[in-house]
Each structure stands twice: as C-alpha cells, then as structure tokens.
C-alpha cells in the first residue's frame, strides 16, 4: 500500500473559516411571516366573518367620531342596535309594531343560468329594530344559484320555508297603515309583488342624495352605514334583519329633516275625508250653472251665456240693435207656428 498523505489546509480555507460565524447550539425558531395567521382567525368557508349577523365593527381609529347625539337621537345606541346588542333590552312598549317599519330582503337565482332573482327571505323590524317577521320563502321553481355569498341562503334553509302567498299576506298586514322605511325599497315591494302609498314611503337611498348625504344618485346601505356609525355591514354573507335595522337607523338619524313640511294622512282614510258644509241662509250659491251636480250640466247653462252673452266696452250699437230684432224674430217665429 502506499503512504498516507499528509494533507493540510491551505492558507485560503484558514483565512476563510475565520469570516464564517460558529453555529449557535440553540436551533433558531422559526418567524411567522405577516401573511400567515393561525387558523382560528380565518372563518371557514361559507360562514361569517363576525358573530352578530354579518355586522362587525370597524378598526377603533377615531373613537369619539361615532359617539355623542345628533339630531336627538344616540349615536351609540343606534350602532348596537345595528349590531344587535340591544335586543335584551327592550321594553314590552318597544316591542310593538308602532308606527315606523323597516323592510329589506334576500333573492336567490332561479330560470336560465340563475339570472332571475325570486324572493327567498323577508325581514320587517320596527322603529327600534325589534324583530316582526323573519321568514324564509318556499321556492316555486328549481333554484339554479342560491347566491349564498350575499344571501346566506343555503339549499336546507327551503326545507321548512312558508309559501310565498303566505308571507306575502303577513307582510301586507304588517305594512297596512305604516311607514315603511327601506333602501331601494321599491325593488322588495316588485319582489313581494306589492304595493305602498308613496306618501308613507320613505326610501333611504333616494333621501340620502336628495339630502346631499351622498354625492352618488344611489347610494349603497354598507356605505352610509360606514359614513354615519363606523360600522362595516355586509362584509360577507348579508342578512336582511341587519340591512332593515341598519336603514332604520339611518332614518331615526336624518328624521328630523327629511320629514319637514310632509303629512302622514292616507287618502283613502274615510274618517279624514271632508264632509259638505250645508249652505247657511242668503250665502252664496257656488253650485256649477245649469243647477246640475259638479262635472254634470243640464244644457241650461249653454242656452242662458247664448242667450245673454257678456257685455263687452266695445260692444256696438249695431250689435245691440241685431239682439233686439233677433228677439223679434224670434217671437214672429214662435207666432206663426202657434198659428
């Protein structure tokens, strides 16, 4: 065999290892990146991203922006009654139906390709956000997209559902004789395929343009729920109790100006409707000429401004004579057919 060789490092491999930092004992443990978030923080998929009906609160950025009263009302205390942290506390007065009433609902897509939008929950609170009905629609129609991302509509949802003449006939008793209050409310009346006086409607999207609360002509709610409580709706799948209670809210806050100088009286109230005033002695007949009744005229009044025209400043002798012996004339007529 032959001889060992006696290998020794050369000067460059010495002056090298010296720049090279001795490893540490202790393993290093490994840094979580910023994308990276521990499982329990993403919500599964389908599910919300907050605990309270879609709703959750902002970053705390400004505190004191969204607090304080205006307009008389409590801005702290409307957010939770958005949130629907008041719920508990309602009194048996509060939980009436009253005057004021919020309507908002959720479609899902039936027809070709799922593009039609058929009616599959409808949700009424009153003026303090106070539950009336929540109900899900029973489908007439194969559901092609449940739209669960902004329904939250799931196919189980439908197994118990309430025909749709069913929740259309609560909904119309609980919309009789109120205020109702919504945001593009007229397309969930096109889609409950009902009616409402306009004068006792009040539509939050038009009112905030018309009001210079948003420079868009329409406006969305999760927008100006933003602008006026700092709170973030409909971040994930939306629920119409939240919506209607967040329309509400932003109506009780701009009441007082968008309700100047409007009346709430139904015209086809009969206890409101103006009764005749009999006519006191020696007044005034303003009855129509003709003595028939108003829009119905016996002929009489045609014959009398005929007959006795108005006189004019420029009215002739000539004129005044040809009356005259119209009159003649006529009398000679009537004579010789008497005889």
């Known amino acids: 065999m032959g001889a060992k060789l006696n290998l020794q490092p050369s000067a460059n491999w010495l002056a090298l290892q010296k720049k090279i930092t001795p490893h540490s004992p202790h393993p290093r443990k490994k840094r979580k990146l910023d994308h990276e978030a521990a499982p329990d923080q993403h919500p599964k998929r389908g599910e919300s991203s907050s605990s309270s009906l879609c709703a959750q609160k902002t970053p705390k950025s400004a505190p004191g922006l969204f607090t304080g009263v205006k307009n008389g009302e409590s801005i702290d205390a409307l957010r939770k009654m958005i949130l629907g942290e ?27 390709e799922g593009k039609e939008s058929s009616l599959a929950r409808v949700s009424i609170v009153n003026y ?13 129609e194969r559901v092609v997209d449940y739209r669960t991302e902004w329904s939250g509509i799931r196919p189980g949802d439908l197994i118990n559902a309430k025909p749709f003449t069913e929740v259309q006939k609560q909904v119309a008793v609980l919309l009789k004789d109120k205020i109702l209050v919504g945001h593009a409310v007229f397309n969930d009346l096109k889609a409950l395929l009902l009616s409402h006086p306009f004068p006792l409607t ?35 799948e939306h629920s ?15 009441r007082r100006e968008w309700e100047k100088g409007k009346t709430h009286q139904l015209p086809s109230d009969p206890s409101r409707t103006p009764r005749k005033r009999k006519r006191s002695v020696g007044e005034v007949d303003n009855d129509p000429p ?9 002929g009489l009044a045609t014959i009398v401004k005929r007959l006795n025209p108005p006189k004019t400043k420029n009215t002739s002798s000539t004129a005044s004579k040809k009356r005259a012996e119209w009159w003649s004339e006529l009398g000679s007529s009537k004579g010789s057919q008497r005889a």
């Open 290 to 298: 003709g003595g028939g009744e108003k829009g119905i005229s016996t």
């Open 202 to 236: 009040r539509d939050t999207q038009q009112l905030a343009y018309k009001y210079t609360l948003s420079k868009g002509r329409h406006p969305a709610l999760r927008n100006l729920t933003a602008q006026e409580f700092g709170i973030q709706i409909q971040g994930g």
């Open 240 to 254: 119409s109790v939240t919506d209607a209670r967040a329309t509400m809210a932003i109506y009780r806050l701009h």
């Open 86 to 112: 008041s719920e508990e506390q309602y009194t048996e007065l509060q939980k009436q139906s009253g005057k004021y009433i919020a309507l908002d609902c959720e479609m899902v897509g039936v027809g070709a």
């Open 128 to 140: 303090h956000g106070v539950v009336l009905l929540d109900e899900i629609v029973k489908q007439r």
